[in-house]
């Protein structure tokens, strides 16, 4: 079965500490991106990443990293430099990074921070 | 400065009838439309895409319609369903972009009820 997986479903971090969302998918896709979403609003690009070792700064980056070390995995790290960090946390996966590709979605990550 | 607009935050709808729902977009370098549909607690799931240089896609009881002229797209959902019941987002992607950057509506919750 192909798809996009995420982990964990649901992760709780308190105040000052740096957290990992992991992300993996095995569709073979050359494209990897990360979204926030929050309440009453779209999707906001984090970080994408078009091949293996490149990854570009999306919309909204400030607070976050990434890193592509592997086709099949794009993980994302919170830090405690990012002011707002409980969202949604959604990653995404396209066949390449043309403009003609949709783009398909993991479950999601809840981050909440205490 | 919100360049994919969904104006109606919820649409109610019975069982059986139309659903209508709507998109409006500022950016006429975007070339390329796609709309998702989103459970809770869940990534988004592709649901039909259009390019510019068509007016009209259909795929089973979902079609969108694209009016350049007016920076108008619309999804219809006939029949509608009680499992139709989610967040619907509408996205756009722009010739040019290297990435296939996607942006993205605030959502549209729709009820169908029985």
């Known amino acids: 079965d192909g798809g996009i997986t995420q982990s964990p479903k649901y992760l709780f971090r308190k105040e000052g500490q740096n957290v990992t969302l992991s992300c993996e998918q095995n569709l073979n896709h050359d494209a990897m991106y990360w979204y926030r979403q929050d309440p009453g609003q779209g999707l906001r690009l984090i970080y994408y990443s078009q091949i293996v070792n490149d990854f570009q700064k999306g919309d909204i980056a400030e607070g976050y990293s990434v890193s592509r070390e592997k086709k099949e995995s794009f993980p994302l790290t919170v830090t405690s430099a990012q002011k707002n960090p409980t969202a949604f946390y959604l990653c995404?996966?396209?066949?390449?990074?043309?403009?003609?590709?949709?783009?398909?979605f993991g479950p999601g990550t809840r981050l909440t921070v205490l | 400065d919100q360049q994919v607009k969904q104006n109606s935050p919820s649409l109610s709808v019975q069982e059986g009838r139309i659903s209508i729902l709507n998109c409006d977009y500022t950016?006429?370098?975007?070339?390329?439309f796609l709309w998702y549909k989103k459970y809770p607690a869940e990534g988004p799931t592709f649901l039909i895409s259009i390019s510019s240089i068509k007016d009209k896609n259909e795929d089973g009881r979902f079609t969108v319609f694209l009016n350049k002229s007016a920076k108008h797209l619309s999804l219809h959902i006939v029949p509608s369903q009680p499992g139709d019941s989610a967040v619907y987002f509408c996205a756009a992607s722009a010739r040019g972009t290297s990435y296939g950057k996607l942006t993205f509506g605030q959502g549209t919750i729709l009820t169908v009820h029985p």
């Open positions: 995404a996966s396209s066949r390449n990074s043309g403009s003609y590709n949709e783009q398909f």
């Open positions: 950016n006429s370098m975007f070339d390329y």
